[in-house]
């Protein structure tokens, strides 16, 4: 079972992200983190599926942070690279993706990136807010 969904900003993408970390009952076998130029995609992959009263509490949260997220034919291709054992440095490169993190991420993660990008531009696009 996964969810995929797409967020405005990186604080909602943290959000997101430490909500599922804080639920230790959440079987998650990983989560990805890609930028794009106009929003974050998270994708969180399960080891079981969840049931229903679990599923509806984590889609209802995951819809007020964003919205689910069908992705192009080359986020799917950079996703599957991921799941079957690829780097997430080739898999940036084959694909022309940022990866921010795969496995399990932590806030610094994010951070991190949003810093190192945010002082390549020399200003704070609304996506990293």
Not at 5 to 20: D, F, I, M, P
Request: glycine content about 6%.
């Amino acid at each position: 079972m996964e969810y995929m969904y797409y967020l405005a900003t990186a604080s909602l993408t943290l959000r997101v992200v430490e909500h599922v970390q804080a639920m230790p009952w959440l079987p998650v076998r990983f989560i990805t983190v890609i930028h794009q130029i106009d929003g974050w995609v998270v994708r969180i992959k399960l080891c079981r599926s969840l049931d229903a009263q679990e599923d509806g509490d984590l889609r209802a949260f995951l819809n007020e942070m964003g919205i689910p997220y069908q992705p192009e034919i080359r986020v799917q291709m950079a996703l599957w690279g991921l799941e079957t054992g690829q780097t997430p440095v080739d898999v940036m490169r084959r694909y022309q993706v940022a990866v921010v993190s795969h496995g399990h991420p932590d806030r610094t993660e994010i951070e991190e990136f949003r810093r190192q990008f945010v002082r390549g531009l020399g200003y704070c696009p609304e996506t990293l807010a």
